[in-house]
């Protein structure tokens, strides 16, 4: 692979394509790849190429196939738009031929430079990379390269079926994701990174795969660092035969017991699977396959099976909000605990919808999250974690769930769909949090000049907490609850 990150002429991109006449006039960032000659856009400071397959469509025979490599070309290709995203019941605009990812660099910095790879959330089954929330401009502008990944989402990406064994079942959406890595290994240099220093990011649903991307082999050299935000880190993964049992479950819904699930149309499929998670937001996730996915997250990190590399982690301290009955009751009655436990745990908290959101955030998340940082931290890798507390100033006198709260800082977006206009105090915040980020991805420490210290988890349980009105090192001020939740985790 050629490392290049060449420019051309204004006057040659506009004979090329006509979307380039909405571009600054002068030099154009072209990139040679694999794929092709890629020729970029420059907005500002930063040059952005968009819509870049990773891997082959998966389509027809390709459909729930792990993903192939692309067809190695020479032509010039513009990438200055996002491509479709993938396939899911709510964007009208997404198409199953969606393995593509973007890059976002500084223009005229030289490299080799970090890179950065963003895994969105979405609860497996939703979201998208293109998502302008998700602009990895503000981030390059730090001389950092910003990948943002799309991969197979829903039925798509996590069907596990025995008519589909040939070449593995199931998480198609990890084998993206792994594909994507190889491309950024092997192609990021031609954008002026440096494919060995390659930090992973992402919340929720996509810090549950950088956990288990972790825990796979496949991965070894393809990155050095993670940042995981708020991943469930006890959840319990399917096993094959419980995945199995469910694909050949939700397929026969369609009538379609001894067919090729190949053959069903996408427009049943999207149908059937919006059913489905009507009454199971969480019918399709990766499962324990016995070659890409062979354990749950908390029992590998508690073997020491995961890379021993630099790693962030944390949740938000209000990951979700309840409106009906039955969720509280459920929520409180998950807790293990009786109301007058609750009481003495949670003395500030008197409606029962606030209670049941805490609860939730603390089992869920934040005492996961103790638990996988200890584990980590114990390996000898240096390990810090983080609760973000902070409500935009906008937003305190009604605030809701607070679950990937934190991406708002960490990519500077504002004013777009997802993100309102921030404040003063607001921006002050989120360069900081951005700070941080940018700090560990260059050199696997996020402290820095002009930051608050971030003490490592490894120094007694101590955690960064990001609040209304402070940034600081310090103990755990929630350590008693997060016990409980520990202790009733182990019976």
Not at 23 to 29: A, E, K, L, N, W
Not at 64 to 79: G, H, L, Q, Y
Request: proline share 7%.
């Amino acid at each position: 692979m050629r490392s290049l990150l060449a420019l051309v002429t204004a006057s040659a991109c506009l004979c090329l394509a006509g979307p380039a006449a909405a571009q600054p006039v002068g030099q154009f960032p072209f990139a040679l790849t694999r794929e092709g000659q890629m020729l970029g856009g420059v907005e500002g400071e930063v040059a952005f190429f968009k819509g870049l397959a990773y891997a082959a469509p998966p389509v027809g025979p390709l459909r729930w196939r792990p993903p192939e490599a692309t067809v190695e070309s020479s032509e010039m290709r513009t990438a200055y738009e996002y491509a479709a995203p993938c396939l899911q019941p709510s964007l009208p605009s997404a198409r199953e031929d969606c393995l593509t990812l973007n890059v976002f660099r500084p223009f005229g910095v030289d490299g080799p430079l970090p890179v950065m790879v963003f895994i969105h959330d979405g609860g497996f089954v939703g979201g998208t990379a293109n998502d302008p929330l998700f602009d990895g401009a503000r981030l390059a502008q730090a001389s950092l390269i910003v990948v943002t990944v799309n991969y197979r989402l829903g039925v798509l990406g996590w069907l596990t079926h025995p008519a589909l064994s040939q070449g593995g079942s199931g998480n198609y959406g990890l084998m993206d994701q792994v594909a994507a890595l190889r491309w950024v290994h092997d192609n990021i240099a031609a954008f002026g990174g440096d494919p060995g220093n390659v930090t992973l990011f992402g919340s929720g649903a996509g810090a549950t795969s950088i956990a288990l991307l972790m825990l796979c082999g496949e991965t070894r050299e393809l990155f050095q660092k993670a940042i995981l935000q708020s991943p469930p880190g006890r959840v319990r993964l399917r096993s094959r035969q419980e995945a199995e049992a469910f694909g050949l479950q939700f397929v026969a819904t369609l009538g379609q017991d001894d067919t090729d699930p190949r053959t069903i149309p996408t427009v049943r499929l999207l149908a059937a699977e919006r059913k489905l998670l009507a009454k199971s937001p969480r019918g399709f996730a990766p499962a324990i396959d016995g070659s890409l996915v062979t354990e749950d997250i908390a029992a590998g990190f508690a073997a020491g099976h995961e890379k021993r590399i630099p790693m962030i982690i944390g949740s938000n301290d209000d990951e979700t909000g309840f409106d009906s009955e039955p969720e509280i009751a459920e929520a409180l009655a998950s807790s293990g605990a009786t109301s007058e436990q609750l009481r003495k745990l949670y003395p500030d908290l008197a409606r029962p919808s606030d209670l049941a959101a805490q609860v939730y955030s603390d089992k869920v998340f934040s005492e996961p999250v103790r638990l996988l940082a200890r584990l980590h931290a114990a390996t000898g890798a240096p390990t810090f974690r983080y609760r973000f507390a902070y409500v935009p100033e906008a937003r305190r006198a009604n605030p809701e769930g607070g679950h990937g709260r934190e991406l708002q800082f960490i990519f500077g977006a504002e004013g777009v769909p997802g993100a309102g206009i921030l404040s003063r105090r607001d921006r002050e915040v989120a360069s900081r949090m951005r700070g941080y980020w940018i700090n560990f991805a260059k050199g696997g420490d996020p402290n820095g000049p002009d930051l608050p210290h971030w003490d490592a988890a490894a120094d007694r349980d101590r955690l960064l907490l990001i609040a209304n009105d402070r940034i600081a090192s310090g103990d755990d001020p929630f350590a008693e609850r997060l016990d409980r939740f520990a202790d009733e985790s182990r019976k």
